[in-house]
């Protein structure tokens, strides 16, 4: 059985040398959707019992993962000829005034959902054994990616660890 918990969050980006507007510094209300698979707990004596896992436990993980570093931060490519930018100013404000991430990829929504769903995948792993199949990113309420394990092994393989 596949259960799904979903979190928003809000995150700046840019996607640099894009042609569209997209390459200007902007944000988005970003929507997340985890899902995991397992067989349903069948032992009556567990208070998880009826259950693949506790969708707190899973907004739990997704809160751990995903929105105590990127809710409300803004994010760019490592490479981004504004980095030096916002490294600087992440230097000289990051605990007063803003988040800022330097990302070894550019902060593509289908790049993002790869980096969380394997950060996830992990996270939910270890913390209680089960399988993260999917990972829906909603970067506009009309616009998402669905994110899978040979599409985050794809960008590990080929973006990240390419250079």
């Known amino acids: 059985?596949?259960?799904?918990?979903?979190?928003?969050?809000?995150?700046?980006?840019?996607?640099?040398?894009?042609?569209?507007?997209?390459?200007?510094?902007?944000?988005?209300?970003?929507?997340?959707?985890?899902?995991?698979?397992?067989?349903v707990v069948a032992r009556m004596d567990r208070s998880n019992s009826g259950m693949v896992i506790d969708f707190g436990d899973l907004k739990k993980a997704l809160m751990q993962v995903i929105d105590a570093k990127f809710d409300h931060a803004f994010v760019l490519w490592e490479k981004d000829p504004r980095a030096d930018l916002l490294a600087a100013a992440h230097d000289k404000w990051y605990n007063d005034y803003a988040r800022f991430h330097l990302l070894p990829f550019i902060p593509t929504a289908e790049n993002l959902a790869a980096h969380w769903?394997?950060?996830?995948?992990?996270?939910?792993?270890?913390?209680?054994?089960?399988?993260?199949?999917?990972?829906?990113?909603?970067?506009?309420?009309?616009?998402?990616?669905i994110c899978r394990q040979e599409d985050a092994d794809y960008f590990l393989d080929n973006i990240v660890n390419k250079e």
């Open 1 to 39: 059985m596949i259960i799904y918990k979903e979190i928003e969050i809000d995150m700046g980006h840019a996607v640099t040398h894009h042609e569209s507007k997209c390459k200007h510094l902007h944000g988005h209300r970003y929507k997340i959707v985890a899902g995991v698979e397992d067989k």
């Open 117 to 145: 769903f394997d950060q996830l995948r992990i996270e939910l792993y270890h913390m209680y054994s089960i399988k993260l199949v999917e990972l829906i990113v909603y970067e506009t309420p009309s616009s998402h990616v």
